[in-house]
């Protein structure tokens, strides 16, 4: 489609007052931006999802950048392991609501920015609400689910959004508008009609992200959110930036609109919003029929693991995270076989049907696909760890480092 410049998104503000005019004098000064332009961004109302890794560079430079309403939706709290890349959270915020740590540091970066606060978790019966209240969304949700009722949200509202991905070294940015002039322009399921297969995509939680591989995302994000809100350059719309970090490699690829797409297309299929948890699957089919009744708690571990030591008990206790993850803490007597390696069927030939085997791995996403497996293949007195060792360590030995 063409990238030509949108007519602005918002209508300019009456003024800015002096202070204001002090704050923003570097833009004022940018012939594309100017007075007319900063006027637009006072405004502007913009929601950010999520005050995590991406929302948290989006919002203090959406903040600093003199976004006169910014809305932030998240449920979360601080814990220890944001500190590494969500940096609107300090070490003093800990325990505190993501989204009021974010709302005290954006007034302090920028005390003219009114903050909405949406401390609950976004679902169906939300979504629609909180969106209209809107111009735009920049979207650092970090789950399928979620990224797929954003956009069926913004595209049965007409809304604009930015989105952004992060996985370890590599991130992804696209702004989806299926309702732009000009009737071209895709939406996220244009992209990605279906989600990948339950288990094929690891989470940052599972596989980590480099912190500032977040500031490199969240600014593209908001970059492209000021160029949507005061109409000028080219934005990422029918475009997906891909970013290697290792590589230091940009890459821009053509996203075509899908004619046939179930939510934008000429016949759309979804018209409404649906189940997404259901549509996206938390863990496979197969994985799910394993793990019920096969599912054991952390305090039953710890009991079996006793009588083990004790002599009136054998089975095999099998980590199947990476050997990274395993480095960090471990549940005393386990053995490491990765889950690809019973993916692969190559863990078959390890372990022996003469004891029972008993599989964990961070929450019990994980185990529960490596169960699938094992009862495929005979091993009928399998079991995995509800919860894995996050669990353990929360229940069972705090001593241990949480990640």
């Known amino acids: 489609m063409s990238t030509t410049a949108l007519p602005p998104l918002v209508e300019p503000a009456d003024e800015l007052s002096i202070d204001e005019v002090r704050r923003y004098s570097r833009h004022l000064i940018i012939p594309d931006v100017g007075m007319t332009g900063q006027k637009r961004l006072k405004n502007a109302r913009v929601l950010v999802i999520g005050a995590g890794g991406l929302g948290s560079?989006?919002?203090?430079?959406?903040?600093?950048?003199?976004?006169?309403?910014?809305?932030?939706?998240?449920?979360?709290?601080?814990?220890?392991?944001?500190l590494q890349r969500q940096v609107i959270h300090g070490q003093s915020d800990i325990g505190k609501p993501k989204a009021v740590s974010a709302k005290e540091s954006i007034a302090e970066t920028n005390p003219y920015v009114?903050?909405?606060?949406?401390?609950?978790?976004?679902?169906?019966?939300?979504?629609?609400?909180?969106?209209e209240q809107y111009d735009l969304i920049v979207d650092g949700t970090d789950n399928?689910?979620?990224?797929?009722?954003?956009?069926?949200?913004?595209?049965?509202?007409?809304?604009?959004?930015?989105?952004?991905?992060?996985?370890?070294?590599?991130g992804q940015a696209s702004v989806f508008w299926a309702s732009a002039p000009g009737g071209e322009a895709p939406c996220y399921r244009c992209l990605?009609?279906?989600?990948p297969p339950p288990g094929m995509v690891p989470s940052c939680a599972e596989g980590g992200v480099l912190g500032v591989l977040c500031a490199s995302i969240g600014s593209i994000q908001v970059n492209e959110a000021i160029k949507l809100l005061v109409g000028?350059?080219?934005?990422?719309?029918?475009?997906?930036?891909?970013?290697d970090a290792l590589e230091m490699e940009y890459r821009k690829l053509s996203i075509r609109k899908d004619p046939d797409c179930a939510v934008c297309g000429a016949n759309p299929t979804v018209t409404e919003l649906i189940d997404y948890e259901s549509f996206c699957g938390a863990i496979s089919d197969d994985a799910a029929e394993a793990a019920a009744g096969s599912t054991i708690s952390v305090t039953q571990l710890a009991a079996m693991l006793k009588e083990r030591d004790?002599?009136?008990?054998?089975?095999?206790?099998?980590?199947?995270?990476?050997?990274?993850?395993?480095?960090?803490?471990?549940i005393?007597?386990?053995?490491?076989?990765?889950?690809?390696?019973?993916?692969?069927?190559?863990?078959?030939?390890t372990l022996g049907q003469d004891k029972p085997v008993v599989l964990h791995c961070k929450s019990g996403v994980r185990s529960a696909e490596a169960l699938a497996v094992l009862k495929g293949a005979g091993f009928a007195d399998a079991v995995h760890v509800g919860g894995g060792v996050a669990a353990w360590v929360n229940q069972i030995d705090p001593s241990q480092p949480a990640y």
């Open 192 to 195: 990605y009609p279906e989600p």
């Open 57 to 82: 560079p989006a919002m203090l430079y959406l903040a600093a950048a003199g976004v006169g309403t910014l809305g932030i939706v998240d449920f979360d709290e601080v814990d220890e392991s944001n």
């Open 310 to 330: 004790e002599g009136s008990r054998d089975f095999v206790l099998v980590d199947v995270r990476e050997p990274n993850e395993y480095e960090i803490n471990k």
């Open 232 to 243: 000028i350059g080219e934005p990422l719309i029918g475009k997906l930036m891909v970013y």
């Open 114 to 131: 009114q903050v909405v606060v949406h401390q609950e978790r976004l679902d169906n019966d939300n979504v629609m609400g909180i969106f």
């Open 144 to 170: 399928f689910a979620t990224r797929y009722m954003v956009n069926d949200a913004a595209v049965l509202l007409g809304k604009p959004y930015v989105w952004g991905s992060i996985y370890r070294f590599d």
């Open 332 to 349: 005393p007597g386990s053995v490491l076989i990765p889950k690809g390696e019973f993916t692969s069927g190559e863990a078959l030939g």
